[in-house]
C-alpha cells in the first residue's frame, strides 16, 4: 500500500464549480498535512497545511482533515483556468520526512 | 537570489559516469530536503538534512547514492555509475523548520538528469 494515494486524474470542471481533491494516507502517526500545487514545468507551492481535525478555509481554498478515515481534502471553490495545475498531497509522520501522493491533475474549463 | 537555488538546470550524461547536483538552500534554512520526480509521478523523498547532519536517507535508493550537506548550508546530491533509470528531475527544497513543525517546503526549480 502506497503511503498518500491520491487519484491521478485528470478532474475536469467548469470554471466558477467546485473542485474536490482527494487524498488518504497509511500511517496512523501522521501529524502534519498538506496540500502543494504545481504548475506544468514548474516546482510545487505551498497552498495549504492543516494539523488538526476539521475544515481550515483560506479564500476559495479549503481543506478537510480526517484522522480517523486516515483521510484529507481540498475544496477550491468558484474555479478559476488558473486553478488548472498538479494538486499535491504531502504527509509527515512523526518525523520531518514528507511524503508526497502522485498528484492529481486539475483542468478548469471556461 | 532569496531563493533555493539549484545547479546545473540540465544535465545530460553517459551511462556509468558520475554526476553532482548542487543545492544552495535560503539563507537561515536549516532543514533541505531532496526528491526526485518522474514525468506523471509525485516527488519521490530521497534524504532530508537537519543541519548538517542526515536526519533520514531512507529514501536513497541503492549505494549509488549519496548526499552531504558538510556546513550546514550548501548541499550536493552524488550519483555514482549513472544509468538510464536515474534519469528524472532531481528537486531540493528548505525549510525554516521542519515539517513535521508545519514548516514550509520551498522548492528550487530543480535539476534535470539524463542519462543516455
Known amino acids: 500500500q502506497k503511503e498518500v494515494e491520491q487519484n491521478s486524474g485528470p478532474l475536469s470542471v467548469p470554471e466558477g464549480a467546485i473542485a474536490s481533491l482527494n487524498c488518504t494516507y497509511s500511517?496512523?502517526?501522521?501529524?502534519?498535512f498538506f496540500w502543494y500545487r504545481q504548475y506544468s514545468g514548474k516546482s510545487p507551492e505551498l497552498i495549504m497545511s492543516i494539523y488538526s481535525n476539521g475544515d481550515k478555509e483560506d479564500g476559495r481554498f479549503t481543506a478537510q482533515l480526517n484522522k480517523a478515515s486516515q483521510y484529507v481534502s481540498l475544496l477550491i471553490r468558484d474555479s478559476q483556468p488558473s486553478d488548472s495545475a498538479t494538486y499535491l498531497c504531502?504527509?509527515?509522520?512523526?518525523?520531518?520526512?514528507?511524503?508526497f501522493g502522485t498528484g492529481t491533475r486539475l483542468q478548469v474549463f471556461p | 537570489g532569496a531563493g533555493v537555488s539549484q545547479t546545473p538546470s540540465n544535465k545530460v550524461t553517459e551511462k556509468g559516469k558520475y554526476v553532482e547536483l548542487r543545492c544552495d538552500p535560503i539563507s537561515g534554512h536549516t532543514a533541505l530536503y531532496w526528491y526526485r520526480q518522474s514525468l506523471g509521478q509525485g516527488p519521490e523523498f530521497l534524504i532530508y538534512f537537519q543541519g548538517t547532519g542526515a536526519a533520514d536517507d531512507s529514501g536513497l535508493p541503492n549505494d549509488r547514492f549519496f548526499a552531504v550537506r558538510p556546513e550546514g548550508s550548501v548541499s550536493t546530491l552524488k550519483i555514482q555509475r549513472t544509468e538510464r533509470g536515474d534519469s528524472a528531475v532531481y528537486l531540493c527544497a528548505s525549510s525554516f523548520v521542519g515539517s513535521g513543525s508545519g514548516g514550509e517546503l520551498f522548492f528550487g526549480e530543480g535539476s534535470r538528469l539524463t542519462v543516455l
Open positions: 504531502a504527509v509527515n509522520g512523526d518525523t520531518d520526512k514528507l511524503i
Open positions: 500511517d496512523r502517526v501522521s501529524q502534519s
